[in-house]
């Protein structure tokens, strides 16, 4: 063994145990492993397979001293963001996401999904600029790159030719944005057509108000199925899903299973962007994700955005989006703390094709948290120690001690 944490909680373990090391794997899980090796006793914390931020906006963090909000709605946060990225450069998008990046990684992150916008304002050079980021990062995390439509399609050609050139280029996959197109689905069949150019997977922005109806999933449902994209297309928001009956909300969560479509919550931007339009009793406007989980669907919690228009606010911290979330939804039981958790950690993982969880053989990607269960773990907002990325150590943060007279 090349390292051995030692007294290490499990998740879906029972009791302690030992992890060894060696080459970037995990190449031995067990009490009182016997080897000679450097260690570190984890003291009946808790060690996983890290978080997985499924849905961030690297490229537009960090941009609140260039915007005003004064509605509070997602037509100006679009508005107020179109205008900014116009001025971006790509030094300027490096440092602002760089810095969110390290951010996730103290947080115990160790792969996002960063959407970036790529249009006649922001060029091409967000997408290079989150290239660089995802390149000087590798040792501590990855980054998954969707090239993104945040202004619409149908009515600029040049962003959908811009996309299929960032695809060209080695984008990950597409995303696009319904909502915000006077065709949502003509938007969504060519953000499919072009998935399927290309070979990628597709995750969508949709259904991001508060009416139960026009909802664009039915499309969505029927390309993913025509195209055969089942396990590879997501979305984000869904916040209709919130305002209608349950029943109904339901049947549409076993359609979306039935598809193998994915759905990402974001309940900072969700909380702060719906029901402004009303005085009193403001709804939360957060899409049912537990419930959406406990139909098979692949369920995740995740940032969005970091200090800007659509979020004024964040620290890129996902055990503080799992507890917002499980708040929100008013959960209680651990069973139910333990199925938020792994919508930040092993769901979030599945949502973007990686392997989940720890296991003999799998690469060495573990955090170690401050907490001795990963219901403990939402609750408390745990504070991650330390991560390790194929092995070798990325990150370490000190546990907080009282200091008595």
């Known amino acids: 063994m090349d390292f051995v944490i030692r007294n290490a909680r499990v998740p879906g373990r029972p009791a302690v145990l030992d992890i060894g090391i060696a080459a970037g794997r995990i190449a031995a899980m067990e009490p009182d492993l016997a080897c ?46 179109a205008a900014a990225k116009a001025a971006f450069t790509e030094e300027d998008v490096y440092r602002r996401a760089a810095r969110v990046v390290e951010r996730a990684v103290l947080q115990g992150t160790l792969a996002l999904r960063s959407f970036v916008e790529v249009d006649p304002r922001a060029g091409f050079r967000s997408l290079a600029a989150i290239r660089r980021v995802k390149a000087d990062y590798a040792f501590a995390l990855d980054i998954e790159i969707c090239a993104f439509a945040q202004e619409g ?10 996309l299929a050139e960032a695809l060209a280029g080695g984008a990950d996959l597409v995303g696009g944005c319904p909502y915000t197109d006077p065709r949502p689905d003509e938007h969504v069949r060519r953000i499919f057509a072009l998935a399927a150019r290309y070979g990628t997977g597709v995750d969508l922005h949709a259904d991001f108000d508060l009416d139960p109806h026009g909802s664009s999933l039915p499309c969505i449902i029927a390309e993913t199925e025509r195209h055969g994209l089942g396990g590879r297309v997501s979305i984000g928001h869904a916040t ?48 049912p994700a537990h419930r959406l989980k406990r139909l098979g669907v692949c ?37 139910e703390m333990e ?8 769901d979030a993982a599945t949502l973007m094709g990686r392997r989940s969880g720890l296991g003999i053989g799998a690469p060495a990607d573990l955090v170690l948290l401050d907490a001795s269960s990963s219901a403990d773990a939402v609750r408390e907002i745990a504070q ?22």
């Open 153 to 162: 399609l149908t009515q600029e050609p040049e962003t959908e030719a811009m």
């Open 339 to 346: 199925a938020v958790f792994e919508m930040i950690s092993a």
């Open 240 to 287: 209709k899903l919130s305002a209608m009956e349950p029943d109904a909300a339901d049947a549409v969560g076993r359609r979306l299973a039935e598809a193998g479509i994915a759905v990402t919550v974001l309940p900072a931007t969700d909380l702060f962007l719906t029901g402004r339009d009303r005085p009193r009793l403001v709804p939360r406007g957060v899409a």
């Open 36 to 81: 000679e090796a450097p260690e570190r006793d984890a003291e009946g914390r808790l060690v996983f397979a890290g978080f997985v931020d499924s849905h961030i906006h690297l490229d537009k963090a960090c941009i609140l001293d260039r915007c005003a909000i004064c509605e509070g709605t997602v037509q100006e946060a679009v508005r107020a963001t």
């Open 299 to 335: 369920a995740t919690i995740a940032t969005n955005n970091v200090l800007n228009p659509f979020t004024p606010f964040g620290d890129a911290s996902l055990p503080r989006m799992a507890n917002l979330y499980a708040n929100v939804a008013q959960l209680a039981r651990d069973e």
């Open 384 to 405: 991650p120690l330390a991560a390790w990325k194929r092995g070798r150590q990325v990150m370490e943060r000190a546990a907080g001690r009282i200091v008595r007279p």
